[in-house]
Each structure stands twice: as structure tokens, then as C-alpha cells.
């Protein structure tokens, strides 16, 4: 917010996480606290608004003489995309959007979305079933341990050539995909 950039935020590895504690927040989580606080306080000003104007402007005297390209963005500013392909199945290319409500808003108003076309009607109800039964948490379990197990065998390897001579070291990864 601070800084008036947006953040684009690929968080589908929060759920590949084998480690003790809890992960750690969604960057989409800051934002709520803002949209929460909006609902009390009324919209914000400025290019966090998503008028549904495009605000792009052809030179730096332009924009400034419009007061909106050179304001600091206040509000809505991180846009969490997560995509199935990493936890399911390769090449499912169905996914899902976390924002404040604001940016939403803007994003489901495009034409793609309204008239239905491009969202992989199939796969998506294979998805729900999968959601709907648990199957997918299930699944996403399964892929921890098997993470966990294969980061453990690769840390015994290196640890193993660290015995031999291999002067190297590394810090064993206590979960996390990343």
C-alpha cells in the first residue's frame, strides 16, 4: 500500500506445506483487513478504486495533469492466483482468483467471464466433486508426505556426500514446497 504497486501473488504452494507450525499467511490475507475497513469507512480514493477506466496514459505530463497515474494507490492491491496444476494434475489449467472484493469486481465484469466462454466447464465439475468429497485435501496430504519424504532423502544424500569430503553446506528444509 505504501508504496502504490500492485502484488501478483502465485500462492498455491501455502497448501504444500509439511512443516510443524503454520505457513505463513496468504498475501491475499493483508487485503481483507482493508476491505473490511473500507465497508466501514466508504471507498477510497485514487487508482484503487477500479472504476473499470483504463488509466494508462500516453506521457508522464498527461498523467499528472489527470492526478491519477502519479497518485500512491490506497486499498486493494494483491491479486493471489492459484492454479490447480500444481496440486492435481499437470496441464488441468483451472485455477482460482483471492482478492479484495474491489479488484473482483473489476476482473468478473470482463467479457471472458460473462458470456461463460473459456472456463473449462468439464474440468470444473470434475474440481467440485473433488472439493465436495474431500478427495482434494486427501490428495493435497498425500503430496506432503511424499514431498516431506523425497526433501528427506535428498538432505540424507547430501549429508552423505558431506561425510565423503564434499565440503559444502545447507540448511534441511523443515516444509514447505519452497
Known sequence: H????FIL?????????????????????????????????GPSSGLGDFDGEDHAYDDKEEAASAGAALEPRRGACVLSISSLTKILAPGVR??????????LKYMV?????????????????????????????????RLCAVY???ASA?????????????????VRPSGGFF
Open 148 to 150: 516431506s519424504a523425497r
Open 9 to 41: 501473488a502465485d500462492e498455491v504452494y501455502q497448501f504444500l506445506d509439511w512443516s510443524e507450525g503454520s505457513p505463513p499467511p496468504r498475501m491475499a490475507s493483508y487485503d481483507v483487513a482493508d476491505a473490511q475497513a473500507e465497508a466501514e469507512a
Open 109 to 141: 465484469e470482463r467479457g471472458f467471464v460473462i458470456i461463460g466462454g473459456g472456463l473449462a466447464p468439464v474440468m470444473s465439475e470434475v474440481v467440485a466433486r473433488a472439493l465436495d468429497s474431500g478427495w482434494l485435501w486427501t490428495h493435497v496430504e
Open 154 to 170: 535428498l538432505c540424507a544424500a547430501c549429508e552423505a556426500e558431506a561425510a565423503n569430503g564434499v565440503a559444502w553446506t545447507f
Open 2 to 5: 505504501t508504496h502504490g504497486f
Open 94 to 103: 483451472l485455477g482460482w482468483i483471492e482478492a479484495n472484493p474491489r479488484i
